[in-house]
C-alpha cells in the first residue's frame, strides 16, 4: 500500500518513508495456551512494513485483526511522505491524530507495530544495529524463560523447563492463579515441580495476570517463597 504524502508533510532532510504496508498472521501454539484469566490456541501478529530507498523496516503486535485497519485508514498516510529519520515525530503525529479515535487499546497496538518498523528502517537507513542507535545502557542482560502456561500437564511444564536450562537460561518464569486463583494447590504443586526440575541454583519466578485477590496474593506468596521462588 502506498499512499502520497500528506499535505503538511513534515520536514527534514532525511529520506522520506515511501510505503507502508500492513498484514495479518493468525499463528496457531504448539500448546493450549492460558494464564489466570483467559485460555487460547493460537495469536494473533499484525506485522508492519516500512520502506524507503529499497530498504525495510519491520515491527509488529499481537492483538485484534482490527490493528491492521488503523494501520490502514488512521496511520498510513501520516507516515508515508514523512522523514524516516524523525521517528519521533511520527509518533507524536499518529497518536494526536487517534485523541477522538480512542488511543489506548487497539489503536495504541497500531501505533507500537509501526513505531517499531519506523526504528528498525531508520537503523537499516543507517547500516547500524538498532542496540546502536538506540544506545545501551549495559553491555549486556540477562534473558530468562517465560511460559510455563496453566493448561501444561506436568510433562509438558518439565519439557518446557528442561530444554530453557539445556540452553543455559537459569532464569524461568511460569504463569500461576489458575481460574481466577481457585487452584492454589495446582499452582504451588507447579512451583514446586518446577524448582525441583531446574535445580537450587536457578532463579524461579511466577506470574498471576492479576488472577489472585490481593490478600490471598500475600498469603499464596509466602508459601510460594518457601518453595524457592525468587524474591526481590
Known sequence: MTRAAPPDGARGDGPRVERLAVSVYRVPTDLPGGDATLSWDATTMVLVEAGAEGRTGIGYTYGSP????????ELAGLVVGHDAFAVPAANDRMSRALRNAGRPGIAAGAVSAVDTALWDLKARLLDLPLVRLLGAAREEVAVYGSGGLTPYDDAQLERQLRGWSEQGVDRVKIKVAESWGR???????????????????????????????????????????GLGVTTA
Do not use: F, I, P
Request: charged letters at 30%.
Open 66 to 73: 482490527a490493528v491492521a485497519s488503523v494501520v490502514e485508514h
Open 183 to 225: 487452584r492454589e494447590t495446582r499452582d504451588l504443586h507447579r512451583v514446586a515441580l518446577t524448582r525441583r526440575t531446574v535445580g537450587d541454583d536457578a532463579e524461579v519466578y511466577v506470574d498471576a495476570n492479576g488472577g489472585y485477590t490481593r490478600k490471598q496474593a500475600v498469603r499464596v506468596a509466602s508459601a510460594m517463597a
